[in-house]
């Protein structure tokens, strides 16, 4: 599905990644973990093309992303955050609305959807409230309703459970899990919790001196 090659990422004098091979199959759920700093937000930002290469090639489907347009690509390849990134001044629904308004879908649809993705997650009774009173991992819920909404086939995470307490954080750990089977997608979440990479059956993925390597398939 996605595929690296020979990719070189520099930040002014910074060599951050260095000719580094990485690949995505369809279906994979992968884990990408690395010391802080090692390049793991870079590499999910060069995925969907928030930053581009200095060097090298990254394919999806085949297709230079390069050559993809960037509304084309951001419709395949949903986003989850650490720090959620909901709007304060609009309620839950509003929020996961936006996604589908954004690439055009009809209102109906867009409802439609957003519920039953809402009841899948446990939040249907708060599609009216604002993220501020929600917990965490509801908010993170929330978030995670948002980068489904287009059901995109590519699923990227950056650290989705940095700040969330550890039941919480293996609540929606096992939550994407789950949604990884249910609605057919591939995933990548970046973690550096160990506890995180041990629990579930995962490729895993490690970012290091700015090469990235497949660790183990456990
Ligand atoms: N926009 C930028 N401008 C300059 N340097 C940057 C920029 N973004 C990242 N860097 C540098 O690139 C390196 C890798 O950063 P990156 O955020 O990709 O690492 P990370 O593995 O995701 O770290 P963390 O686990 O702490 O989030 C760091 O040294 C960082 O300071």
């Known amino acids: 599905m996605i595929q690296v090659s020979q990719v070189t990422k520099r930040y002014g004098g910074e060599t951050v990644l260095h000719n580094v091979d990485f690949h995505l199959e369809t279906g994979d759920f992968a884990m990408l973990q690395g010391r802080s700093g090692s390049g793991k937000s ?27 347009l960037k509304h084309v690509l951001r419709r395949e390849i949903g986003i989850v955050f650490q720090s959620f990134q909901l709007i304060e001044q609009k309620t839950v629904f509003e929020n996961i609305a936006l996604a589908g308004k954004a690439v055009g879908r009809p ?19 708060k599609k009216d409230a604002f993220p501020g009173t929600l917990s965490g991992g509801q ?23 940095g700040n969330l307490d550890k039941e919480t954080a293996a609540d929606i750990l096992q939550l994407l899990k789950e949604l ?11 973690t550096h919790d160990d506890l995180l990479l041990t629990q579930q059956q995962a490729k895993i993925w490690t970012v290091e001196d700015g090469k990235v390597h497949e660790q183990a398939i456990t």
């Open 42 to 68: 870079s590499l999910l930002k060069l995925l969907y093309r928030e930053i581009d290469a200095d060097e090298g090639t990254i394919r999806f489907r085949q297709i230079p992303i390069g050559q993809t």
């Open 107 to 125: 209102m109906a649809e867009i409802e439609t959807e957003a519920m039953r993705l809402l009841d899948r997650v446990g939040l249907r009774n």
């Open 139 to 161: 908010q993170q819920r929330a978030a995670i309703v948002r980068a489904l909404l287009n059901k995109p086939s590519l699923l990227l995470a950056d650290e989705p459970t």
């Open 180 to 190: 990884h089977e249910e609605e057919e997608m591939t995933m990548l979440i970046v």
